[in-house]
């Protein structure tokens, strides 16, 4: 019994100061490294950024954004999809460069304030908010300018 814990003994010594295996092989974790996109000869328009031109973290902080907000307007819960309807439109207006509804769902959102309300000087910023973001869908998209146009004018 007493030269079985001193072998054991002298084994956990021998392991501990040989230090682990070596290798010569130099690791490298694939978990860190990430492809860097490529370049293009894409315009930056700065009024009208993209998903895409967002620096990673603030990317995915907005794409949570738009996520979440869309999830609260579907459940009509104007109050907690405004804020993050704000986040998400102000860093990246154009989303993902396709979609445009987030055009649409801020003038709802804005719509739904404006007509929950009867301070007058409130009643003209919303309206003043609406043809704003009616504008921003004409520089980020201006093939549809008739179209945004038409929707403005009732809207007004």
């Known amino acids: 019994m007493k030269y079985s814990h001193l072998i054991l003994s002298l084994c956990l010594l021998i392991i501990v100061s040989c230090g682990g295996p070596k290798t010569t ?13 490529e370049a293009s000869n894409e315009v930056i328009n700065p009024d009208c950024l993209t998903l895409g031109q967002l620096e990673y973290a603030l990317r995915d902080e907005t794409e949570t954004a738009y996520v979440l ?9 104007f109050k907690e999809a405004l804020p993050l309807w704000k986040k998400a439109f102000y860093r990246a207006p154009a989303a993902n460069g396709k979609v445009k ?3 649409d769902d ?9 007509e929950n309300t009867t301070d007058v000087a409130l009643k003209k910023s919303y309206l003043d908010t609406v043809m704003s973001i009616y504008d921003k869908r004409v520089v980020c998209y201006p093939e ?5 146009l038409g929707r403005k004018g009732f809207d007004y």
């Open 25 to 37: 092989e130099k690791i490298v974790s694939t978990d860190t490294v990430r492809e860097l996109p």
């Open 106 to 114: 801020g003038v709802k959102l804005y719509k739904n304030l404006y």
């Open 101 to 103: 509804y987030q055009f």
């Open 144 to 148: 549809d300018q008739s179209y945004v």
């Open 69 to 77: 907000y869309r999830d609260f307007l579907k459940a009509k819960d």
